[in-house]
């Protein structure tokens, strides 16, 4: 089966379709150090703007789709998961 890639992912997995499919589940980060980088990178955009908050999450590595969806698209930021 073939499968179309969507920012990095396949159909199958995206986080939309997911939504879509399942409404009621909340997918969470789990990854505790990605999730500083990129709660570091919001804290950057509502204080210095996009260009350091880009500039910060990329100089650390995280994946573009992630990046984008994380300093373009705040609806569809995950939840950082309760410790």
């Known amino acids: 089966m073939n499968s179309i890639q969507d920012n990095g992912e396949s159909w199958t997995t995206s986080n939309q379709i997911r939504k879509m499919l399942f409404p009621d589940v909340i997918i969470e980060r789990v990854d505790k150090e990605t999730e500083v980088i990129v709660e570091e990178a919001i804290a950057l955009l509502g204080t210095r703007g996009l260009r350091e908050a880009s500039e910060f999450i990329y100089a650390r ?19 950082a998961k309760a410790s």
């Open 61 to 79: 590595k995280v994946p573009l789709h992630v990046a984008k969806r994380v300093l373009l698209h705040p609806a569809e930021r995950r939840r």
